[in-house]
């Protein structure tokens, strides 16, 4: 079998018509945090099954609906989802343990805004971040990545960018 995901993280509120287009030929949406509102998630779930963490931004009650990490197995493959993660050799507090503790074959994060895909070595396992989906930030692109998950692994990683987040705004 094979399941097909879209990634996306730190929507802060704003959730780009574009990303419901591509959010129709997957079989589940990601949130790797910094929702915003119920409103994106809302939107998200009326397409897809949603599997979300909560972010930094994000307040009680999307943090009593969603939680902090995320520990789960598709496909055959263990998956660890955070919202502040850090990047492989800079990983954020506490997470070098519970990457020793879970083993994912898949660590996904958010909340830098800076999109970034690698394989760590000392890991074993693929880095995703997708970057920023919303408007708020520092970023100057949205992005957001597609993939595939089949026979244990992540596969067919396309990126999404959605060009210049000004251009949300026309």
């Known amino acids: 079998m094979m399941k097909k995901i879209l990634l996306l993280s730190d929507t802060h509120s704003f959730l780009d018509a574009r990303i419901l287009d591509y959010a129709k030929d997957v079989d589940e949406i990601w949130h790797a945090g910094d929702i915003g509102s119920f409103e994106v998630t809302d939107a998200l779930q ?8 909560y972010g930094n931004i994000d307040n009680a009650i999307i943090r009593q609906q969603f939680p902090e990490d995320l520990f789960f197995e598709l496909e055959g493959v263990t998956v660890f989802m955070t919202h502040i993660g850090g990047r492989p050799k800079r990983y954020a507090n506490g997470i070098p343990e519970k990457l020793r503790r879970i083993k994912p074959q898949l660590f996904i994060c958010g909340h830098s805004h800076i999109l970034k895909v690698a394989y760590d070595n000392d890991k074993e396992l693929l880095y995703i971040n997708p970057g920023a989906a919303g408007k708020h930030g520092f970023h100057k692109k949205q992005t957001l990545i597609k993939f595939e998950l089949a026979n244990g692994k992540a596969q067919h990683l396309v990126v999404i960018e959605l060009g210049d987040k000004t251009a949300a705004d026309a």
């Open 46 to 53: 009326k397409l897809k099954p949603l599997r979300a963490v």
